[in-house]
């Protein structure tokens, strides 16, 4: 079970936790972008679509690591561009629980892997023992 702990002396989180912290297995998750599973692009051009088959894609590797969103202590976020966030942020609102969201960063970048992807994100999950 993952507790979030809100630091004293910080500004409030919205949307996510300052201080995740749990005791267990964890699980590293890496970067999943808008592919299926044939390594066709999801969404091109489309922020919206290709967060929705991310989160789809890291749903998929946290089950493969016995574990689920509800395990996920961090979500890091690369974008190329920052005005992308809402999409993301809704694709991840559909999957963790908003209430006590996990620790998070966003990070814009020149460039992923391919010039038509848009978004990655990678997670950290903990398994309790």
């Not at 690591?65 to 966030?85: C, N, S």
Request: proline content about 7%; charged content about 20%.
């Amino acid at each position: 079970m993952l507790t979030h702990n809100p630091p004293d002396g910080v500004a409030p989180a919205q949307g996510y936790s300052h201080v995740v912290m749990g005791e267990g297995r964890l699980v590293v998750i890496s970067g999943q972008v808008a592919l299926d599973e044939k390594g066709n692009v999801v969404g091109e051009g489309d922020p919206a679509a290709q967060a929705r088959q991310v989160f789809e894609n890291l749903e998929r590797c946290l089950a493969a690591g016995e574990a689920t969103f509800a395990d996920v202590a961090k979500l890091t976020f690369y974008v190329t561009d920052i005005g992308f966030l809402p999409a993301v942020r809704a694709a991840r609102d559909a999957h963790v629980d908003t209430k006590h969201p996990p620790a998070s960063t966003a990070v814009q970048v020149t460039a992923l892997v391919r010039p038509e992807l848009l978004i990655e994100v990678e997670a950290l999950a903990i398994i309790p023992w």
